[in-house]
């Protein structure tokens, strides 16, 4: 038999070596598809970067406490509380991480809710947030004194009501007994306040240093 014509000769060595590409092309598809898939996984699940970090302290009833890192800005912030409004309008705060706070109300799972956003993670614990709740119709001096410094506290809100919905800035001691002024207006401002409006037509008055 001639060298290159039998089965042991190049011809056969050929179709060996043909038969290894196959493998190592098989091996690379599957390398390439699972990498496609982790890269795949972590885009779609990566961080929210259009507003900053935030966690759910605590929630009862219908209080929210939330904690964002000491060093965000008031520009972040208003991301925060401006996604706050958009996903009140959707109805989507279940997105947020945000238990259904009036689930058995005819106006829906988030008829009325009060978000309380601050950088120091001691104000958003259970127990805090349990006793700023029990302390709001209080006029003990103790829980006035605890309510005040729960709301000074405060570096964002944002509250929905039958009446409508407010977003803000800053601290919140006081804010129903006093109305905004000048002289507060430097630690404490309103980013808007009035009925709740639905999504389509929010759409066309949505400032656009929001989400």
Known sequence: MAVGEGPFGPIGMAKQKKKLDTVVKMGLGVFIGAFTLIWGGMFLTRPDRSIPPYSIGSQEGTAVAVHVPVYTSDHELETLIYRFQSVARAKEFGRMKIRPTTPDDAAGPYGRINIYVFTHEAWAEPDM?????????????????????????????????????????????????????PATAAFSRVLFKGPLKDETSAQTTMPVHGP
């Open 129 to 181: 947030l349990h006793r700023y709740v029990a302390a709001r119709g209080s006029t003990s001096p103790e829980d006035r004194s605890l309510r005040d410094a729960f709301e000074k506290a405060v570096r964002g809100y944002y509250g929905l009501d039958e009446s409508g919905e407010e977003g803000r800035i800053g601290p919140i001691d006081g804010m129903k007994e006093r109305p905004d002024s």
